[in-house]
């Protein structure tokens, strides 16, 4: 159980193009969705909590307008990056709370944006 | 504010031979303490967590954890390590008196070398 995907796992779009990511818990109800951005060789930073049917709640410094989080529902939560660049390129990682007193986060496997 | 601190970028280890990998953190309030590993391009893996009750943790493979609250550490530790276990190892803090934030804070990471 507990099983968080994501898609794509792979993108390459060109620079100032918009590109959708989409993260869904399979087998449960995720109360609370969190993004990340994890760089080459470094830890992840949180880019935004995600409720559902609620706007997200973004960390300093990350910029709403072009990170759109849409969390529709209990098992989806997407993340567009909007007119992207080439220091968009990363990798994106979402993660799922059932918010039943589980307390771990359950991760997606990520997806490897590329930015040309 | 909530921090986490893996003091080694990299630890070496022959396989066979016992394993540790250091983490300590700072809260304000209980602490709920968790370890992921991560293998290459992929997203992290749930390995144990420290929520209460005993201090040593047992998780997935063969690995376990001990909490040290005069230390304010939790070790990652195995017995006798495998080449398979190299990968990249992330302590986690989530504060328990967080207002029902959910939110973990991630060490830097350390990357495990098991050589055979």
């Known amino acids: 159980g507990a099983v968080v995907s994501q898609h794509p796992s792979r993108v390459i779009c060109k620079s100032g193009t918009s590109v959708k990511i989409e993260c869904r818990s399979l087998?449960?109800?995720?109360?609370?969705m969190f993004w990340y951005r994890q760089f080459p060789k470094k830890s992840l930073m949180l880019m935004a909590t995600?409720?559902?049917?609620?706007?997200?709640?973004?960390e300093q410094g990350v910029e709403k307008d072009k990170f759109l989080i849409n969390h529709a529902s209990l098992t989806l939560s997407t993340l567009t990056v909007t007119s992207a660049h080439p220091e968009d390129s990363s990798f994106y990682i979402c993660?799922?709370?059932?918010?039943?007193?589980?307390?771990?986060?359950?991760f997606g496997p990520g997806t490897r944006l590329t930015v040309t | 504010a909530q921090s986490v601190a893996q003091p080694e970028d990299q630890v070496n280890v022959a396989e066979g031979n016992p394993l540790t990998v250091k983490c300590t953190y700072s809260v304000s309030g209980n602490p709920y303490l968790f370890w992921y590993v991560q293998y290459p391009n992929r997203g992290l893996q749930f390995l144990l967590k420290y929520i209460t009750g005993d201090n040593l943790v047992k998780g997935s493979y063969g690995f376990e954890a001990e909490f040290n609250k005069s230390q304010t550490s939790f070790h990652l530790k195995k017995p006798s390590a495998l080449v398979s276990d190299s990968a990249l190892y992330f302590c986690?803090?989530?504060?328990?008196?967080?207002?029902?934030?959910?939110?973990?804070?991630f060490g830097k990471g350390t990357k495990l070398s098991v050589i055979p």
């Open positions: 087998d449960f109800q995720a109360t609370t």
């Open positions: 995600s409720n559902e049917g609620s706007k997200a709640t973004y």
């Open positions: 986690a803090v989530r504060d328990e008196s967080g207002a029902g934030s959910y939110q973990l804070t």
């Open positions: 993660s799922a709370d059932s918010g039943k007193g589980a307390y771990e986060q359950y």
